[in-house]
Nanobody, 126 residues
Framework: QVQLVESGGGLVQVGGSLRLSCAAS????????MGWFRQAPGKEREFVAA????????SYTDSVKGRFTISRDNAKNMVFLQMNSLKPEDTAVYYC???????????????????WGQGTQVTVSS
């Protein structure tokens, strides 16, 4: 079983940056595909970004392409989401997710992920 803890959220002005971190424990992170999701008030949870086991492939939802970057450090069991040029519509609780996989594939659908963190709040003020 994997335990995930997010950090790095906070209040930032429009155009600012934040770097979210996800620390994993309990298993070797290199065996897991990792994703970031977010949920704004009154809205459903949505996919933000994902990275495969090796880190060689990534995927992003269209609204964050060119602004967000997902990365991982398997040696440190960490996953990151660098968020630049933040907009008010990026305001949400951000969740880190993990799923064990044999293949070096990417998942973009939330139900495919078995493990989730508790979330970290990101608020972008205008």
């Amino acid at each position: 079983q994997v335990q995930l803890v997010e950090s790095g959220g906070g209040l930032v002005q429009v155009g600012g940056s934040l770097r979210l971190s996800c620390a994993a424990s309990g298993r070797t992170l290199s065996d897991y595909v990792m994703g970031w999701f977010r949920q704004a008030p009154g809205k459903e949870r949505e996919f933000v970004a994902a990275i495969n086991r090796s880190g060689r492939s990534t995927s992003y939802t269209d609204s964050v392409k060119g602004r967000f970057t997902i990365s991982r450090d398997n040696a440190k069991n960490m996953v990151f989401l660098q968020m630049n040029s933040l907009k008010p519509e990026d305001t949400a609780v951000y969740y880190c997710a993990a799923d064990w996989t044999l293949d070096d594939e990417i998942y973009t659908a939330g139900p495919l992920y078995e493990y989730w963190g508790q979330g970290t709040q990101v608020t972008v003020s205008s």
